[in-house]
């Protein structure tokens, strides 16, 4: 048997309980077919690059599997027909990965950001002692006055 890694994307309105009912209706179809579905992860609700059947967000899930190739036809045969199922890709590996995915480490990864706007709320600019008044191209000299005579330089 084949091993593959298999993504799908449900639709934003349904329920992360939704969501893995699907799962587990779809790991079903596998095992029926003689097939074993190892570790599945569900990445979240997450934004979608463009719009995908009117629909801006999608419940992510992965899911590893060990089955014919006729169990995984019939499964991706099954998410074509499901309303709720958005996307979905099917990649052949040579091996499962045991630890968690690249997506599940980055979620990790979140919280030790801290804070990410640097300086202080002016942003790294110097202000000096202008306060907010902006700069002055004459400094504490006062600014010249145009002769009302004149009519822009031109004569």
Known sequence: MALYEHIFIARQDVSQQQVEALTEQFSNIIKEQGGQVGKTEYWGLRNLAFKVKKNRK???TL?????PHAAVAEMERQMGISEDVLRFITVRVEEHETEPSAMMQS???RG???DRRGGDRFGDRDRG????????????????????NSDGGQE
């Open 63 to 67: 899911v590893n599997i060990d089955a």
């Open 58 to 60: 999608g419940h992510y």
């Open 129 to 148: 002692d202008r306060g907010d008044r902006g700069s002055s191209r004459f400094g504490d000299r006062e600014r010249p006055r145009r002769d009302d």
């Open 112 to 114: 030790d950001r801290g």
């Open 107 to 109: 979620r990790g990864d």
